[in-house]
């Protein structure tokens, strides 16, 4: 029976792709408002600021590829068990080969109904006004907004508690609750870091690399293998 190996990724997987990130000093958060693009009130208040800014980053990710750190994640299922639970909401992993990928705060490539939650669909293009699911209901960004519950925290806590190692990678932990789900890793469970900073870990102790995703991801796998099989 193969280990079960869970991947914790966060904004970092997706910067070495080309992504703007939320976090970063010339991220997206300094072009536009947190209040004003992604909180239910902003949804409300001014749907189509909403929906363009949301179109825009959904172009954005057409004109950019999966890095080797995605590729290193994906080849780690020929040996492991692999779940990746992610903070991204892009679909790089998927598009790099893992199977099994659980979105903490929802996905770029899916819209779903203000009316009828249950009604989630695909997107390729742009969402606009006038969209409408079944029921009538206009179509939102399938994102979990600031303010907003996580739906899937649940499972990913379920996911985790089953582990035999985690990797932490691309995220610096500042985003709750996703921030915490290590802590129902088994106590027997082995933790790894990959981040430029390094990491600390509530005093259990982790293996580190401090490199960024792209280039630190790859180089834990292969250690992974060494360690782990």
């Not at 903490?104 to 109904?113: A, F, I, M, N, Q």
């Amino acid at each position: 029976m193969r280990q079960h190996l869970v991947i914790l990724s966060g904004a970092g997987a997706s910067a070495d792709s080309g992504l703007e990130t939320f976090r970063d000093s010339d991220g997206l958060w300094a072009k536009h408002r947190v209040e004003d693009v992604c909180t239910p009130e902003a949804l409300r208040r001014n749907p189509a600021l909403v929906l363009d800014f949301y179109n825009q980053r959904r172009r954005q990710l057409k004109s950019v590829q999966p890095n080797a750190g995605h590729y290193a994640v994906a080849a780690l299922e020929a040996l492991f068990d692999v779940d990746v639970i992610t903070q991204n909401v892009d679909n790089l992993h998927e598009r790099a080969g893992s199977t099994k990928v659980l979105h903490l705060h929802g996905e770029l490539t899916k819209c779903r109904s203000m009316k009828d939650p249950s009604y989630i669909c695909e997107v390729d293009g742009d969402v606009a006004l006038g969209d409408l699911c079944p029921k009538g209901g206009q179509l939102r960004p399938h994102i979990v907004f600031f303010g907003e519950a996580v739906p899937m925290i649940e499972r990913a806590i379920e996911i985790i508690s089953t582990a035999a190692a985690v990797v932490i990678a691309g995220t610096s932990l500042a985003v709750y609750p996703a921030a915490s789900l290590y802590r129902y890793a088994p106590p027997t469970c082995k933790i790894f870091v990959v981040n430029p900073a390094g990491g600390e870990v509530d005093g259990r102790s982790v293996t580190c690399i401090k490199e960024r995703f792209a280039v630190g991801m790859p180089l834990l796998a292969k250690e992974l293998e060494k360690m782990l099989c």
